[in-house]
């Protein structure tokens, strides 16, 4: 095999991967670009130097290369992480990267390169789910298990039925195979988008199996406004008094 | 009330050093901790160097004690406030301008967002902060005493 060939064989493998990827990672024509009001909590984990990280989904986006309005993984991914840290961990315990293992089932590069970025690449294993390929995807694709290393304890869990609308496996293989009219291509963008809104906005336990709303609470902590307020008011009082106190000085003199 | 203001910083003097060093082993352990209100960091700046600012200012109260009325005695305890200002300032400089931005979706944070910076925990330079402050009491007393002493000279 000459040079030629081999460079031309190059060639055609990196056109294959490309548009694998393309199939996978493509976000569908159509797409709502505005997102809902959310409010998701950080994800708190230790990194290797036992620095605390306090990653935000719009900084698993950003880190992972796309926009949030792009990408159902990346939020779901998030969310599900979020979710298993809470069950898995208790109070003001954090996991340290390194410690915390994934087994998933979906093929994506969004979901791979969250899991990755989250709980870093040695930890996050692929398992794809019989009878379904990068085309097809069913519910199986959306099942995990977090694994604590540690102790060994072991949290299962998949998305809910009810979070994908009725039919959207079926019309996500036409418009991956191409075989979509603009009619189903449209639902199935509004459909995505639908989607992707309900990761954001909805709580774990309407989005995952196996949580309960209590545990729900506790994972979500209500801000501590309260004590915040209370600092910033004693902050400025002393500055404040200060100022008076500095003032009164100046004009006894 | 001599005696009185020497016991005072002879115990904050003692907390200090006792924060300092906690800063210190903190930091070394590579993990932070936090109990309640309190949290001791564990990063090389706020916790190593920090903590051993907080550790001076526990020796310069300490050193500063023994004859406290004496004006080099009152410099020592006050440089020991001094540096603690300079911690407990960082961290409260930290504090607004992390309150202010409202991250990657808004300019300026929201109102609950803005609180909840100054929400506890807090690193023990803020807790010494306000027990520091009591030296200007003796500054401002030593002061009245100079010129008290300057006017019956004339």
């Known amino acids: 095999m000459n040079r030629r060939n081999i460079f031309l064989v190059l060639v055609l493998m990196s056109f294959c991967i490309a548009s694998f990827a393309a199939v996978i990672e493509a976000t569908p024509d159509g797409v709502r670009e505005e997102l809902p009001e959310y409010k998701l909590e950080p994800i708190l984990i230790y990194d290797e130097g036992r620095d605390l990280l306090k990653i935000t989904i719009e900084d698993l986006a950003e880190s992972t290369g796309e926009e949030l309005w792009e990408c159902v993984c990346r939020p779901c991914s998030f969310r599900v992480t979020k979710t298993a840290i809470s069950q898995l961990y208790e109070g003001e315990e954090h996991p340290t990267q390194g410690e915390l293992k994934v087994i998933y089932h979906h093929p994506s590069g969004g979901h791979r390169l969250s899991f990755n970025y989250l709980l870093t690449e040695d930890c996050c ?33 998949r ?16 418009v991956k195979s191409e075989m979509a009219t603009p009619d189903e291509k449209a639902e199935f963008a509004k459909q995505w988008s639908d989607t992707r809104d309900k990761f954001l906005v909805m ?26 307020a209370t600092f910033f008011s004693i902050l400025v009082a002393g500055l404040i008094l200060l100022l008076i106190m500095m003032y009164i000085r100046r004009k006894a003199r | 009330m001599k005696r009185l203001s020497s016991i005072y910083f002879g115990i904050l003097g003692v907390i200090a050093l006792a924060f300092g060093i906690a800063d210190l082993l903190v930091t070394i352990g590579g993990s932070g901790l936090s109990f309640g209100i309190l949290e001791i960091p564990c990063d090389a700046f706020r916790g190593g160097w920090g903590g051993l600012i907080i550790l001076s200012a526990g020796l310069f109260y300490l050193a500063g004690i023994k004859n406290i009325s004496e004006i080099h005695q009152i410099s020592k305890v006050m440089m020991g406030s001094i540096l603690i200002w300079i911690i407990a300032g960082l961290d409260i400089f930290a504090m607004i301008t992390e309150s202010i931005p409202g991250g990657d979706r808004s300019w300026f944070n929201t109102l609950e967002g803005f609180l909840e910076t100054y929400a506890p925990p807090y690193a ?19 002061e009245r005493n100079i010129l008290k002493k300057e006017k019956d000279e004339e």
């Open chain 1, 125 to 157: 294993t692929l398992e794809m789910p019989a009878g379904t390929s990068r085309k097809k995807f069913t519910m199986e694709n959306y099942c995990y298990e977090f694994i604590r290393t540690d102790t060994g304890e072991i949290f299962k869990t």
């Open chain 1, 159 to 174: 998305v809910k039925a009810q979070v994908f609308p009725e039919g959207f496996f079926v019309l996500r293989e036409k």
């Open chain 1, 203 to 228: 709580n774990s336990y309407d989005l995952f199996e196996g949580v309960e709303e209590a545990e729900e609470e506790a994972e979500e902590e209500a801000p501590n406004v309260v004590g915040g």
């Open chain 2, 124 to 142: 023990p330079a803020i807790f010494l902060l306000p027990f520091s402050l009591v030296v200007f009491y003796y500054i401002l007393k030593k």
